[in-house]
Structures are given as structure tokens and as C-alpha cells.
């Protein structure tokens, strides 16, 4: 466990502040807590707040009794998990949350009465009014209005990995051309379902090539070298899964287009860590490839890869481990005889652009603001 | 190699027809060979004359002369591979072609002046509008005004596998509630590569698993655990690459739609042998779920597996080695405010109802007509 005394009352521990890594801002550094410090997430958070040089006065690492006392290197030093109760937030300014929807439900309101702003990357307050559902780049705007690190608490909610990856590609063409309509399939990586999907997907890989019998651990059914429909519940009426639904509710929202129809078919690959979406826009008059390349280059998280000649397009083999979203195959949709479609094929980090890193940036986004 | 004498002159060997697996046509065996024997489709195709009990008098494999003497079995029996040649085709009935294009544009003409009908696997004649382009379940009936195993010859295409695939799904729609609009988004497996490819996919995914280095051999880019955009070339013009315009064109030719407007995104996955489509489907009218149930299942070819209590859909897992066509995922699409959508999720055995089961069909529908 690293603490340190809030730099109200001492300085900044070297082991935490390498010299000029935290600029001098005008509020004090936070004092920060990772809730699901050993999930896939969770050691991405870790990694996000040590690469992004992110400033802080301490950091704490909480996780189930049973992680409790494992050791994480951070920024040079050792940090000491620790099992989480009610009483873990005080003195937290910055609660980045990533353990499930349920240890949110419980312990973030616990967590925003102790003071402390959640960010946090279930889904149980996306849909909440008085939740801000944010992707800093697309409506980092409406942070303005929250409390922010005044010891107010609150909650901000991280969006579905794939709302987060598409709005970042959706966003700069729907404020100059309002999107009407979408269709989207997605190619979702294991890392969605966490580092026991992962594992999952590596142990059943790894048996299948030896021609090894393997009972899957978290699945009804092998993941090797196989794709599935994913494997949220499934809703009886619409027959749309728990993804789906979350996506198309997250995206209108965070675009702010209450009413906009999507379709949306997700389906789990044997990829490990990025997600990637071929999408198709419907906008009320043609737009052209040059002006949607124009309009993507010049907005922020995101990186064009659209090499018609070289045949070279986002893969998930180059963009794991990457902040930027990337997006290529950009055409006008053959499938519009109005021409007024385009599609896309769109590819961001899960771990990165998809959770972690978007909470780091919600926590820049309060600690600079 | 297994050659007999035509059954015009001499009964069939037994090691060919085994007893009770040949029943009586009236017209005597036919004469086969399979010109790309070595082949990820080529293992196939023979996989299927054995399996079906295809009648035949004789079967011949051939590939290049680096294959030639390799011994494969068929029926108890022992093939060698010969090496093709020009004068490979001296009284074959049926040849199978699948060694390519290349292949194909110099050897499927010289079979067919030699008096056989090339059922042809690739896509050099496939828009040719004398061949025939032919789903047995779909247009079958296209081969009635074909010559047929007359000694006059003659060319048939067999579709592209994601054509193929998907138009088993469309036709019995069509034909009920014309399609005016189809999105579709792939997930094709390696097999569509050829053996080298899946190959590519087993070698790269181990070595990564073992965390070797591996130089791909086929790709420019790692397989392992990755996706990308079909390697097929892209038209600088529409930013379509020749898998996609192949399976728009092709669909369109199959379902007797010239115009049909098709958008498609064609994503190669780490997948060894079924392909999945998700695809939406545009009608004038809103088709229900129950009723497009009520037309797919009593379609020849496929499958419906749509549990949505049990969240259990088409899987390549299950889907692989498996004649028919599996379709789920059924319903109203939500990116349609007029309802008049519907969304699937369709997979397909690539190697199989992709290539070489539908060839086989054909050369059945040949036989048996």
C-alpha cells in the first residue's frame, strides 16, 4: 500500500511524482482509489495513471478479500492491495471504480458520501439522470455542471467499451452532419469479459492446438479459434442482447440524439484486447469520403488508417496497447442507392480507449478543469 | 490413382461404390476428377464424394507436379495424386475444379472441349453469362438449360463462399417478401484463404501462445488473435475490395436481382473453417419474426438455432463440418423506424455449403436431372 499524506498538509512523495512529471496545477493532487485493482481493467487503470504521468497524492488499490495483499509496482514503489469495505473512501478524493456492476451499486454511493467522485466503468449509473455519462472528447463538456473535487462526491458514469470506441469515430461527423440512422456489427475482444475471458480464450487456444481436451471455465461452449453472439442476456421481446441495448442507449446519450435509431449485432471474437466495428451512417444527404477523412483527421482521440492501395486497415494487432481510436474502409455505402451513407470500419483498445483510459481522462478532464 | 473403366463397359470397381451406397440412375456413373486435390476445398471435395456416396465410375485427383505421387484415401482405396496436365481431362464426365482463377482460365476451358462439365470453384467464369452461377437450393433450376453429361460440356460456377452462404439464408425470404436492401458485415474464417492460411493461423497462434517470434508466411501482418479487412484487392474507385464486389455481384446473379443494393464489409477472423454474417435485411413491409421463422425452417439447407433464453446461436464450433446453413439472431432491426428491417446472424460451414458440399451438389443435381 502506498498513502501519502495529501499535499494539503506535505509534499508529493518522490516515489509517486517523478520531477516533472506532475505540473503544477491550481488544486492540490488527489488522492486517488483503483476499486478492481487485479481485473483487466483494473491493471490497465493502474498503467494509465502511471503512463499519462497522472498527478496524485497517493494511490490505493482495493480488490475482494481474496486478491487482498497481493503487491503492484507503481512508478518504482510497491503497492499492497487491500481488501474493500464501507470504510475504505475516507480520504479519497478520486474513486475509479471497475469491479461490476453490483460492487458499484453498493459501494459507490458509500464512496460519493465519504467525498470522493466516482468514475465509474460498470453500467450501473450510465442511464442515471443525475449521472453524466462522459467520453471527454464527444461531451466532456457537461462535466462543467458536476460537482467536481470540492468534496461534494458524485458519481460519473464510463461508457460500454463500445459506445466509448464508436463515439469517438461518431461524434466529429454528427456535429456537422446530424447522423440519422446506424448499423453497426461489432468484433468484440476477450478482454470485454475481463482477464478470465482472456485467459479463457489462451488456455482453450492453447489445448486446441495441442489436441488437449479442455472444459471451458466461464463459458457454455469453446472460444478457440470460434466467435459467439455475446453473451449478455438476451431480451425476449426484442430479441436484442444486454450489449446491444446498452450501446444504443449509451451512444444517444452521450451524442446527445435521444431518438436515434440503431441497429447493432455484437458478436465476441477470439481477439484479445481490441474491439473493432464496421459501421454503416445514414445522413440526410451524401457525404463524401474526402470531407469525412477532413473532418476525422482534424478531431481528437482519433488516428485515420485508410490505405486502399497497401490494403492496410485498423486491426486490433496494431492498435492494442494504443490511446487513439482508428478508423478506415471509409466508403459511400453501397447499400443506399441514395448514396446518402457512408460506412466505416472502426478500431479502438477495450482496455484503453474502451475503459481505462477513458476514466483517466474523465479524472484529468476534473483535476485540470 | 483410381481409374476404372466406365461403366458403360464394366461394372464399378467396389473399392469405389462400396454395396448399397451407389443407387441405380438412368444414366450410368459418372467419370470424376478434382483438379486441385491438395487443397483446403480440393480434401474437401473428396471428403464429400465419399461421404454422399457419390456415384462414380472413377475419381482422379490432380494438382501441381510438387503434389504429384502423394497417395490419398478415398473408400478404402488409394489415390495418387497426378500431376495436371493438358490432357488430364481424356474421358472425364465431371471435373471439380478449386486451385484458382489461374488454374481455371487455362484448364476449365480444355476439360470442357474435352466433353466434361467443369463444375468450377473459382471465380474466373462466375459472371461470364453463358455459366451458370448456381445455388442447388436457390436457382438450381438454371441447370435445366444447361447441356448437362452429354459429352457436350460445358462450364458452371460455384459461388463465393460468403454468397453461397448467405443467399441459402435470403432466397426463401425473397421469394415470399422481395429484399429491396441488404447490409451485411462478415467474420470469414481462414479457410477461405486456402490450407496455407489456416495454416498461417494454427503456426502464428502457437507461436504467440508460446510468446515465439513467427515471421507470417502468407499475411503481412500477425493472424494470432488479430482481424483484418479481407486481403483481397480494394478498388480505389469505391474503396470495395474484390471480396465484397464479388459478393454483391454474385448475390445479385443468384437471387436473380440485378440491381439489389448491397453494402458489405468482408472481415477475415481468426476462425479456421465457418464463416458468420451478420446482415440486415430491408423489405417493403415489416416482416415479422415469427413468419420469417415459419419461411426459414421450412427452407431446404438450413438450420434455424435462435434460443434466446438460452442465449444459444450459430457458433462456428458447432456450425463446422456441418452441411447446412444455421441461421439466429432473429429480429426487427432497430436501426429501421419503419420496421420494415430484420437483422440475422448466419453461419456457415466455409469449406462445405462455402465450396466444396455446394459443388458437390451441383454435380448431384447433374447426375440425378
Redesign the interface.
Known amino acids: 500500500m502506498l498513502t501519502e499524506p495529501h499535499p494539503d498538509e506535505e509534499a508529493l512523495s518522490p516515489a509517486v511524482a517523478a520531477p516533472g512529471l506532475a505540473p503544477p496545477r491550481s488544486r492540490p493532487a488527489p488522492r486517488v482509489a483503483v476499486v478492481g485493482a487485479t481485473g483487466a481493467v483494473g491493471a490497465e487503470l493502474i498503467a494509465c495513471l502511471e503512463a499519462r504521468a497522472f498527478p496524485l497524492a497517493s494511490l490505493r488499490l482495493f480488490a475482494s478479500a481474496r486478491s487482498a495483499g497481493r503487491r503492484v509496482r507503481f512508478r518504482g514503489a510497491e503497492l499492497v492491495i487491500e481488501e474493500l469495505t464501507d470504510e475504505s473512501f475516507d480520504g479519497i478524493d478520486i474513486a475509479l471504480f471497475s469491479a461490476g456492476a453490483t460492487i458499484s451499486r453498493h459501494y459507490a454511493p458509500l464512496a460519493a458520501e465519504a467525498g470522493a467522485v466516482v468514475i465509474d466503468n460498470s453500467s450501473a449509473f450510465r442511464m442515471a439522470p443525475e449521472v453524466p455519462l462522459v467520453v471527454p472528447e464527444v461531451n466532456g463538456a457537461v462535466l462543467a455542471g458536476h460537482g467536481g473535487l470540492n468534496g461534494s462526491g458524485g458519481i460519473i458514469a464510463n461508457p460500454n467499451c463500445v459506445a466509448a470506441i464508436m463515439t469517438v469515430a461518431l461524434a466529429p461527423l454528427n456535429r456537422v452532419h446530424p447522423i440519422r440512422?446506424?448499423?453497426a456489427?461489432t468484433?468484440q475482444a476477450a478482454s470485454g469479459g475481463g482477464a478470465a475471458m482472456m485467459e479463457e480464450?489462451?488456455a482453450g487456444?492453447?489445448a486446441a492446438?495441442d489436441g488437449r481436451e479442455y472444459t471451458p471455465a466461464i463459458l457454455p461452449?469453446?472460444y478457440a479459434?470460434?466467435?459467439?453472439?455475446h453473451?449478455a442476456?438476451?431480451?425476449?421481446r426484442?430479441?436484442?442482447?444486454g450489449e446491444e441495448l446498452k450501446v444504443?442507449a449509451e451512444t444517444r446519450r452521450i451524442l446527445g440524439a435521444p431518438g436515434l435509431?440503431?441497429?447493432?449485432?455484437c458478436?465476441r471474437?477470439?481477439?484479445?484486447r481490441a474491439h473493432?466495428i464496421?459501421l454503416?451512417l445514414v445522413f440526410d444527404a451524401p457525404v463524401s469520403?474526402s470531407e469525412t477523412r477532413a473532418m476525422l483527421s482534424a478531431a481528437p482521440g482519433l488516428r485515420i488508417l485508410d490505405d486502399?492501395?497497401a490494403?492496410h486497415?485498423p486491426?486490433?494487432?496494431?492498435v492494442s496497447g494504443q490511446d487513439d481510436v482508428f478508423v478506415?474502409?471509409?466508403?459511400?455505402?453501397?447499400?443506399?442507392?441514395t448514396g446518402c451513407?457512408l460506412?466505416l470500419?472502426v478500431v479502438g483498445d477495450q482496455l484503453r480507449k474502451g475503459a481505462a483510459l477513458n476514466a483517466v481522462q474523465i479524472a484529468e478532464t476534473l483535476v485540470g478543469g
Open positions: 440512422r446506424i448499423q456489427a468484433y480464450l489462451r487456444t492453447a492446438l461452449h469453446p479459434f470460434n466467435l459467439f453472439s453473451n442476456e438476451v431480451d425476449p426484442s430479441g436484442y442482447n444504443i435509431p440503431i441497429g447493432i449485432t458478436i471474437v477470439p481477439v484479445l473493432a464496421a454503416t469520403v486502399r492501395e490494403n486497415f486491426m486490433p494487432s496494431e478506415g474502409r471509409i466508403r459511400t455505402d453501397l447499400g443506399d442507392p451513407s460506412s470500419f
